[in-house]
Nanobody, 120 residues
Framework: QVQLVESGGGLIKAGGSLTLSCAVT????????MAWYRQAPGKERDLVGT???????NYADSMKGRFTIYRDDVKNVLYLQMNSLKPEDTAVYYC??????????????WGQGTQVTVSS
């Protein structure tokens, strides 16, 4: 059974940096595109950015230049490095991955979410 396990969230002051991790565990053949989303209180879940299995990244406009997504395909871990954090970055951050699990087809998996709170 494939699981995505996030870590690295917490409380941080505005202007600070934080790196989130998302480990893909379980039995699978391959991982395709991975992504980070976030959901602020009372708002819809929004895309932060994506990274293909070839390392090509795309970001939402508001995150460009401050956030960096990268992955370690040996460890099967997705990262989100966040710099110059602002109070409006406060949200639950979710990782997402397109995974070919053993005994299954390609499908989307989600992490449980990790809270990031940026204080002013």
């Amino acid at each position: 059974q494939v699981q995505l396990v996030e870590s690295g969230g917490g409380l941080i002051k505005a202007g600070g940096s934080l790196t989130l991790s998302c480990a893909v565990t379980g039995n699978f053949f391959n991982i395709n595109t991975m992504a980070w989303y976030r959901q602020a209180p009372g708002k819809e879940r929004d895309l932060v950015g994506t990274i293909t299995n070839g390392g090509i990244t795309n970001y939402a406009d508001s995150m460009k230049g401050r956030f960096t997504i990268y992955r370690d395909d040996v460890k099967n871990v997705l990262y989100l490095q966040m710099n110059s954090l602002k109070p409006e970055d406060t949200a639950v951050y979710y990782c997402n991955a397109d995974v070919w699990a053993i005994g299954s087809n390609w499908r989307d998996y989600w992490g449980q979410g990790t809270q990031v709170t940026v204080s002013s």
